[in-house]
């Protein structure tokens, strides 16, 4: 089993900076890719960025482009989004999880381990 945690969501003003933080743990393995997606009221999950195994290959959406950086520090078993610029419509609960495979793909059914999510206002 694999648990995932996020922490770092809030509440924040249009043009403003948060950092999403996830953190893994049980029977982790750094090599396989993680992601992160959000899901807004009356909407369904979305992707959002993703992250290779190696941390070499990176995947956005493309509404969170040159806004939003994922990244992820092996040696702590941690999946990062920095999010700057943020706009009202990026209000959702945050999820990161654990793809099964290395390579990153936005597909929501190549992830099999998920977060309790982190809830994020960008308030105008």
């Known amino acids: 089993q694999v648990q995932l945690v996020e922490s770092g969501g809030g509440l924040v003003q249009a043009g403003g900076s948060l950092r999403l933080s996830c953190a893994a743990s049980?029977?982790?393995?750094?090599?396989?890719?993680m992601g992160w997606f959000r899901q807004a009221p009356g909407k369904e999950r979305e992707f959002v960025a993703a992250i290779s195994g190696s941390g070499i290959s990176v995947l956005y959406t493309d509404s969170v482009k040159g806004r939003f950086t994922i990244s992820r520090d092996i040696a702590k078993n941690t999946v990062y989004l920095q999010m700057n610029s943020l706009k009202p419509e990026d209000t959702a609960v945050y999820y990161c999880a654990r793809d099964r495979n290395r390579g990153v793909s936005r597909r929501i059914d190549e992830y099999d381990y998920w977060g309790q999510g982190t809830q994020v206002t960008v308030s105008s």
């Open positions: 049980g029977r982790t393995d750094s090599t396989f890719a």
